[in-house]
């Protein structure tokens, strides 16, 4: 099956630190990539939408400034948590699609701001 | 608003215990029904799409069916490394292609 691979796994810094994380489709183009936040024993908390070449589409109550993405080819989507606050802290989860395919999910990355 | 309801929302079964799982849900036009599985720590993994009533997928213990309202995952003979969360999305026909998940359930299978 498809392959998306995410980038960090595990994630510990200070709070104030920006951090970027990096969603990678190995073996198809992804026309739109997701970004998700998982709370634990919670199910998927959908933040964004981005598209290969254009702005993110953020989910209400997501703040943009404070989670920059860039869809920068077709393969490639990063997530940056800008001066991150332990309140950030949580399981970030990428996909891909292509299409109106099914999605096909990254590992997930844990975020734990000190 | 497209809707998706998972139930149960946790399920402790035996070793061998067949059951199923329900997503009901709620769309004004259905492009597609998918049905994926997460370890915890882990993102989900795709297990099926189901596109239209009747249709019926399925890989290894699992098939999943589709109705007009609902879609079960069936388990047959479980084992132990069945124990996960399984997720529905359901996903609407036009505009975008943002699909709906469901909260999930919970399944434990006792050796």
């Known amino acids: 099956g498809a392959v998306v691979s995410q980038h960090p796994s595990w994630v510990i810094c200070k709070s104030g630190t920006s951090v970027k994380i990096e969603c990678r489709s190995l073996?198809?183009?992804?026309?739109?990539m997701f970004w998700y936040r998982q709370f634990p024993k919670q199910s998927l908390m959908l933040m964004a939408t981005s598209n290969e070449g254009s702005k993110a589409t953020y989910e209400q109550g997501v703040e943009k400034d404070k989670f920059l993405i860039n869809h920068a080819s077709l393969t490639l989507s990063t997530l940056t948590v800008t001066s991150a606050h332990p309140e950030d802290s949580s399981f970030y989860i990428c996909?891909?699609?292509?299409?109106?395919?099914?999605?096909?999910f990254g590992d997930g990355t844990r975020l734990s701001i000190l | 608003e497209d809707q998706v309801t998972q139930s149960p929302e946790a399920l402790r079964l035996q070793e061998g215990e067949s059951s199923s799982l329900n997503c009901s849900y709620t769309v004004s036009g259905l492009r597609g029904l998918f049905w994926y599985r997460q370890d915890p720590g882990k993102g989900p993994e795709f297990l099926f799409t189901l596109y239209s009533a009747g249709e019926e997928k399925e890989k290894e213990r699992l098939k999943a069916t589709l109705t007009k309202k609902e879609s079960f995952l069936h388990i047959t003979a479980p084992k132990p490394e069945d124990s996960a969360t399984y997720l529905c999305a359901v996903q609407a026909v036009g505009g975008s292609y943002i699909p709906t998940f469901g909260r999930g359930t919970s399944l434990i299978v006792h050796p």
């Open positions: 996909s891909a699609t292509s299409l109106g395919q099914p999605q096909h």
């Open positions: 073996d198809f183009q992804a026309t739109t």
